[in-house]
């Protein structure tokens, strides 16, 4: 083979070589740029479900007012309570201070909550819909990107769902769908638009009692509460009212107005810091005779002997002798507090 033969074999695998490494290059820089937009679209996810966290907790607080107000309800930091901003999400701590506005690509989001037409009133439920402010791509000037879309669906594990093309006047999920759009009072959302959705049945799993609560909480079982318990008005009970604790007349209490059992029967009243009766048995009385002394028919009901208990003084109130010296002299008592 001549020289020039071998020289045009050589250029030509060079030249070869160069065009597999300039696609090898293209499709190396094509797979980082697809991998990096995955990236963005799983974070917009992330940052997107954080903005649904917030709006659970934000129902929380406010779920009883935008349910008792209805359109009316006023939430102070909020301009409209039912639609709260990010912005005001985050000013109210229920969002981190340093939480971004928007999330990847400049893609922010808006919360509605949409309330069923018996609103108010005790029927009445409230859903919540978060949505991005525009469709999923990559910059405003583009519609919205299929496949970002696809895997920012999956980035949300099944919770979230999007207004897609086949059926725009409907915003589904897996477990949710509402009509597109969720609020009369705004313009339907694009195709494209990625949604997170708090739904009724996850609403009732927020019925529990807070602090603040206006709500009658209607118990229908037994309730132990191992700390005091104050009431602010008229305290009601359609059985016993059981008092475990015990006193003795006259003797120091603490809590002006406190009322505790007597210990020998009867109920104590704090008044004055002493423990004085509030009626009932009281001290009781008995009696003695001078021959056989203290006998069951004689004795105090309250202590169960021929004394007063701890607190009452004693007063003799009958003294009789008989006619019949054997029958002897009986002496009566009286125990006063």
Known sequence: MSVVAARGFA???????????TLLAVFAADRIKQKASENAAENHAVWMTAVRQATVRYLEHHAVSLVEQGPTALIPGYLDPFSPTVAELRAARLLSPGFPLHGAWGIGATVRIVASDDCPSQGCNIEAVVHSDRPLGKNSQHSHDPYLLAHWLMSTAGRGGAVHSQSPSVIHGAGFSFPNPPDVRIAALPVGTVVLAITAEQMQQLAYLKVGDERDPQFQGSASIAGGTSVGA???VSEHLHIGAAALAHSACVTEGAIVQEAFGGLLI????????????GGGGYSMNSLTGCTSAGANP???????????GTVRIADSTSAIPAEGRTRGYLCVG
């Open 270 to 281: 704090c008044r004055a810091g002493l423990w004085k009766t509030a009626g009932g048995r």
């Open 234 to 236: 008229a305290l009601a």
């Open 11 to 21: 250029l030509l695998e060079l030249t070869v070589a160069v065009l597999i490494a």
């Open 302 to 312: 309250v202590t169960g002997g021929c004394s007063c208990p701890p607190g009452y």
